[in-house]
């Protein structure tokens, strides 16, 4: 059965600080994946996905992550995080007819 | 257009009660979730509907916890005897398809107190 690990459970950080959040998944078969965020009070929202073409993809408010399929990992970055980007993290995995999410790893922006 | 939403919005009940919690996806979306987020944890997942075939209950945590959708509409989880630990947002996402590239849409979400 497919899984996803999210290391980081919570990360905090300066305005302006670079970030990046290690998603890790084990399947080996062809995935889809995804990054979502809850906002405080918010449901979850979609920030970016990979389905396939360039590992590379951009998402909304900044944010891209990259697929390394060789590390079997879906890194989350932003260059520049701002006090609007406190939120919750999820990282998640379809393959195989089920979809997995991480544990979530919570982001706390300090002005 | 319309995105899935959830109700009741919010629910407390006491301990031992029965509560039911609906989802109406988005029209033609095939597959149906249904994940639990306590506080402080990351999502659970409960239990998933793909089309007409048998849903997939393997993150059901207990006999308690029972799902319903006819067709390709609405969904109703219901969690009888509810107990204090049972306490959590609900959340319900669909989608178009499951084989392929697909997005889930979530709900808002249902949050459940239990007294």
């Known amino acids: 059965a497919q899984s996803v690990s999210q290391h980081n459970h919570h990360v905090i950080l300066s305005e302006a600080a ?3 959040l290690g998603c890790n998944y084990s399947y080996g078969g062809t995935v889809n994946l995804f990054w979502y965020v809850q906002y405080p009070g ?3 929202q979609l920030l970016l996905k990979y389905f396939s073409g360039d590992p590379l993809v951009k998402g909304i408010k900044g944010f891209e992550a990259e697929f390394i399929k060789s590390k079997f990992s879906f890194n989350l970055r932003k260059p520049s995080v701002q006090w ?3 939120a919750e993290y999820f990282c998640a995995v379809n393959g195989d007819n089920d979809m997995r999410f991480g544990a979530g790893t919570r982001l706390t922006v300090k002005p | 257009g319309a995105g899935v939403s ?4 919010n629910k407390v009940t006491e301990k031992g009660k029965d509560v039911e919690l609906r989802c109406d996806p988005i029209s033609g979306h095939t597959a ?3 994940y639990r987020q306590r506080l402080g944890q990351g999502l659970e997942f409960l239990i998933y509907f793909q089309g007409n075939s048998a849903p ?3 993150g059901l945590p207990s006999d308690r916890f029972s799902a319903e959708r006819t067709g390709e509409s609405v969904s109703t989880l219901t969690i009888q005897r509810t107990q204090q630990e049972d306490s959590a947002v609900y959340l319900c996402a669909s989608t178009a398809h499951l084989a392929g590239p697909n997005t889930q849409y979530f709900g808002p979400g249902t949050r459940l107190t239990v007294l």
Do not use: F, M, N, R
């Open chain 1, 18 to 20: 670079s970030l990046e």
């Open chain 1, 42 to 44: 918010q449901h979850l």
């Open chain 2, 32 to 34: 149906l979730y249904w």
């Open chain 2, 6 to 9: 959830q109700s009741p919005s």
């Open chain 1, 84 to 86: 609007s980007d406190t």
């Open chain 2, 56 to 58: 997939d209950k393997s």
